[in-house]
């Protein structure tokens, strides 16, 4: 009976070494990690192209579209840039035919006549004496064009 409670004992006397030895191996990893990074980056990407090469490819199916911006469509819709509602119009069809994933290779820099037409009209409203937040407050109900404009008609001087 002796020997249970002295090797018990043992046991429990050297329970602490293994967080010891664990709390110091991550101390010297945190200290290396600091002094040399460049190391653990290399090891994390490594470790990620392991994890993608093991990783099963999904099978092909040759389900994959794309809708080109070509002298055709140029011809049909008109000079480049289009205006952004014909990219609306395109994506909405996208999403209609149930398409997974749609990308852009596209900049979209340049104003289109939307965004000119907006300015006239913002420019004949601040003429007209109507107040930047009353434009804001009405621009911002979606869709309701007709509202901004009945809505700043009202607040003109006249």
Do not use: C
Not at 35 to 50: I, Q, T
Not at 128 to 146: F, I, L, P, Q, T
């Amino acid at each position: 009976m002796a020997t249970t409670t002295t090797v018990k004992t043992r046991r429990h006397r050297h329970a602490w070494r293994p967080l010891l030895i664990g709390i110091v191996i991550l101390t010297a990893l945190f200290i290396f990690n600091g002094l040399h990074p460049a190391v653990f980056d290399l090891a994390e990407l490594k470790a990620s192209d392991l994890r993608m090469s093991v990783r099963r490819q999904p099978q092909l199916t040759g389900a994959v579209a794309i809708a080109a911006i070509d002298d055709k469509s140029i011809a049909e819709l008109g000079h480049w840039p289009w205006p952004r509602s014909v990219e609306a119009r395109l994506s909405d069809a996208l999403r209609d035919y149930k398409a997974a994933v749609v990308g852009y290779d596209v900049l979209f820099s340049e104003r289109d006549e939307d965004d000119i037409q907006a300015e006239r009209i913002a420019a004949r409203l601040k003429a007209m004496g109507v107040s930047d937040a009353a434009d804001r407050s009405a621009s911002a109900r979606e869709g309701d064009k007709s509202a901004l404009v009945t809505s700043k008609e009202r607040r003109a001087p006249g």
